[in-house]
């Protein structure tokens, strides 16, 4: 791509998604499906003005490693450390039940091949934790003691995923199972998830003592991008999600976190403000990129919608999609049947993880195209009905978790 095509790209990512975004929130409609919409209307599936590219993708990455970094920096660790086991059973059962429900399906019902049934499930497990994160900030119920809940079991969910594919593709690509390459991820997550706040702490002390030192401006923003980078870089290294990382970074500067950050920088309030409002403009910039990538990847151009088979293996996996993942949040036996529904309809959002795992059966052959296409549909419907939703579940008063609602 020549450099002032790039431009003009860009140009109409950021204007369209600020447009469409504005335009969706004054009628009541979650901001984030504007921004989807944008990258719908500018991708193949209407216009064709805009095709993803490694540049755009690399952007959009930042977006999402950011955004995770700000939910990160405003997370209570107190409420999610207490919210841990139930974040870990939605996680769990958001896992096994859409798997097996989709898996079986497609092996028995629809008689369609292992492998192929294999990546129906894996996609069908996928959770969108930016859709959800965002749609909970633009509601302003991103503190609240559920968020904490959605926000555990998303990033657990994340991990799960990463580790399942790793198993599919080794099946699908070998036909036989490494367990050994299975269980070094996990291994290597596990320690990542463990070293990595002593790591942040020796790193926090040098943000603390050289803060004051600074003879140049914009020192902060340099050094928590820098540090959000490295940690995404660590976290993509050893085979987890490069979000992980910048989640860890997050929480570790988070006022709440007693490790490592807040030890050292709880002292100086200051410092943690100019850390949000230094960050703030940025992520702001770069977090629509992202949605407006996930709208770019749905290409509804590859779709068959005159095919009865389309229709009815859709509908089958739509329904599975969000009854599977509704489910799994009720086995945390809360009093509320309100609260449980909001923890079942945030974890539903496929987006962008529902397409890579799409995407890598589509590269590796396994999905064929009537198949692929069937995805990219539920993979739409699942992704911008649950805003809606959610919105609406929102209005009504959060009880029976304490906090803020």
Known sequence: MELDNFFLTLFLILILARVLGELFARYGIPSVLGELSAGILL?????????????????????????????????????????????FVVAILGVILPFS??????????????????????TMTATSIGITLRVLRDIHMENTNIAQIVIGAAVIDDIIGIILLVFIYDFSTATEVSFNHTIQISMMILAFLILAPFAAKVISHFIHKYHAESRLPGYMPTIIISLILFFSYLSHHIGAPAILGSFVAGVALSRRFFLPFGVMLRKNEKLLDEVQSSMTPIIQIFTPIFFVMVGLSMDLSVIDFTSSTFWIMSSVFIFLGFISKFAGAFFIFQQSFRNNAMIGISMIPRGEVGLI???????????????????????????????????????FECVGYGGKS
């Open 357 to 395: 795992f799409a995407e890598m059966g589509r590269v590796n052959g396994v999905l064929p195209n009537d198949i692929y296409a069937i995805l990219i549909f539920v993979i739409i419907i699942t992704t911008v009905i649950p805003p809606f939703l959610l919105k609406k579940y929102f209005k």
């Open 43 to 87: 991708g193949s599936s209407v216009l064709g003005l805009v095709e993803p590219n490694e540049v755009l993708k690399v952007l959009a990455e930042i977006g999402i490693i950011l955004l995770l970094f700000e939910v990160g920096l405003e997370t209570d660790f107190e409420r999610l450390k207490d919210s841990g086991w139930k974040s």
């Open 101 to 122: 429900f989709a898996f079986f399906v497609s092996y028995y019902a629809f008689e369609l091949s292992i492998n192929i049934s294999l990546f129906i499930g894996g």
